[in-house]
């Protein structure tokens, strides 16, 4: 699937918003880009590098942002260094691997709270002290049939547009089977 300039600059705002906050997102978003010789500012250039190697952009900038933590990556080292090293990693699959990982824990966890501990699920999908993600708790909360909490909602939805990836896994995971 190709990208455009504008799903480059929305999706890595979006993940600077998450981190850095609001403003950082916007004042990236808002300051004019250099263009090089061919008219392409720094978001043409990421968008071409993902396009002609092929690369999932989601999974790439999961990858370029994971790389750089604590920090954000320099948007002028992504499409040179960051596609070049993200397309010779040979561990690019193992990017997503904390997603399943984190999933069979809360699982888990529930598990244990309401099989063994007796909690209702009600009571401990949503309360803050058992610190369940959002996306886990409204995603099996809608599927349970209950009343989720409109704060629960809202952090779901933000974190859908940020982390898309994280939010299709745990609905894939959990779609159709109460059990788990």
Known sequence: MTCT??????????????????????????????LDDRGRDIWGRICEAVNTNGVDLETFIDWCFKESLPGIPFLNTLPAS??????GCTCKDRVREAVDLHLNLMARKLDTLVQQEKYPVEDVLFDERFEFHCV?????????????PEKAKKNALYLEEVFPHYHRAMAERFRGNHSD
């Open 82 to 87: 960051f596609i070049t090293a993200f397309t």
């Open 136 to 148: 886990f708790s409204c995603i099996l909360g809608e599927q349970l049939g209950l009343t989720v």
């Open 5 to 34: 300039p504008d799903q480059v600059k929305d999706l890595f705002c979006k993940r600077v918003d998450y981190y850095r906050g609001p403003e950082s997102a916007q004042a990236i978003k808002r300051m004019s880009r250099p």
